[in-house]
């Protein structure tokens, strides 16, 4: 199966979190949180359309001055998503300079704060020299955001503040079958595109396709798509190691295919864990293992593991594995 989503950490375990999501064959990325992002190329920056933050600490959030400078003069709209208050730093980050000359410029940033049960949406436009500007709030039901191709859900948990965890789950994923396709001499094509897109967005079964100057039904092509589970990737950092989080955790990152999680201290550690509100290696194997995720990647460790990395690891995987 060639998968839809190709998930990677932008930086190393000690360093800023950050995951890059490419959505592969649509030119498109998302990035989850938005620390330092100065590895990632001006390239894979453009493709960036939705930015989850997990909240506005500057390890979590520094990075936007490199994101908004690489997507400047782009036409593609910006979208941010985040706790409470991610309005009001996305304000002060863009109040933070003057914007006389970029009136004709058509970047969008539409900035979406989520509360409890509400998503307040704001705007901020350089037509307007992003002045903010506000929409009508939507309801918060847990999913955060739909498209045919995936959804991404989250839960507001506590880092002493409110944070955000997410989910990226594609609602199933299409394959393609290569023997069926041959059989009936059809070639490979931008066309295959646009048929599990029809499919994704549930068109009729008498929609055409025009193959090789021959016109096709949908009906008459699916035979040739098979349906199975999509891919699905978690993120989760920066949570207080209490009970109403893991209670919140799980139900959020069942079934991940991988599940990026912070492992900040060692079980040894707990007491620290819990003063300076973060997961440790042993919780986050614990959540991977009660979750049924098929794949745990660890990262943003405590500085003072730079000389004992394994134990993290080691922790972890034997929570994880048994």
Same mark, same amino acid.
């Given at each position: ?25 649509? @030119? ?26 997990t909240h506005m600490h500057m390890d979590h959030f520094a990075g936007f001055d490199t994101l908004l400078r690489g997507v400047l003069k782009r036409d593609t709209p910006l979208r941010i998503f985040g706790p409470e208050n991610i309005i009001q730093c ?10 006389? !000359?970029?009136?004709?410029?058509? !970047? ?20 307007? *020299? ?36 997410? *989910?990226?789950? %594609? ?12 059989? @009936? ?7 295959? *595109? ?9 068109? *009729? ?17 699916? %035979? ?7 891919? @699905? ?45 973060? !997961? ?15 794949? !745990? %990647? ?20 034997? %929570?994880? @594995?048994?």
């Amino acid at each position: 199966m060639k998968p839809s989503f190709h998930a990677r950490p932008v930086n190393g375990p000690f360093e800023d979190p950050c995951v890059y999501v490419r959505i592969l064959r649509e @030119k498109r990325a998302l990035l989850f949180d938005l620390g330092y992002i100065g590895r990632l190329e001006l390239g894979n920056l453009l493709k960036v359309t939705d930015v989850f933050v997990t909240h506005m600490h500057m390890d979590h959030f520094a990075g936007f001055d490199t994101l908004l400078r690489g997507v400047l003069k782009r036409d593609t709209p910006l979208r941010i998503f985040g706790p409470e208050n991610i309005i009001q730093c996305v304000g002060g980050k863009l109040n933070g300079y003057t914007w006389n !000359l970029i009136k004709d410029y058509p !970047l969008k940033i539409d900035v979406f704060e989520i509360n409890k049960d509400s998503i307040s949406h704001a705007g901020f436009y350089a037509e307007n *020299s992003f002045r903010k500007v506000m929409h009508p709030t939507m309801i918060f039901d847990g999913i955060i955001k739909k498209e045919p191709l995936f959804k991404i859900q989250g839960v507001l948990l506590t880092h002493q503040i409110p944070v955000m965890a997410y *989910s990226l789950e %594609e609602e199933f994923h299409i394959n393609i079958n290569k023997a069926i396709l041959t059989e @009936k001499e059809l070639p490979v094509g931008p066309w295959l *595109s646009d048929l599990k897109k029809a499919i994704r967005e549930q068109r *009729s079964e008498e929609i055409t396709f025009e193959i090789n100057n021959k016109i096709f039904t949908l009906e008459e092509l699916m %035979e040739i798509a098979t349906i199975t589970k999509g891919q @699905k990737i978690s993120y989760v950092m920066d949570v207080a190691p209490s009970d109403e989080n893991m209670g919140k955790i799980i139900p959020l990152v069942k079934g991940s295919d991988i599940l990026f999680c912070e492992a900040y201290f060692l079980e040894k550690d707990r007491d620290r864990a819990e003063e300076r509100h973060h !997961l440790t290696a042993a919780l986050a194997g614990k959540i991977a293992r009660e979750a049924n995720v098929g794949s !745990l %990647e660890i990262m943003h460790f405590s500085p003072k593991y730079r000389h004992s990395v394994d134990e993290l690891y080691n922790e972890a995987m034997k %929570e994880f @594995k048994g």
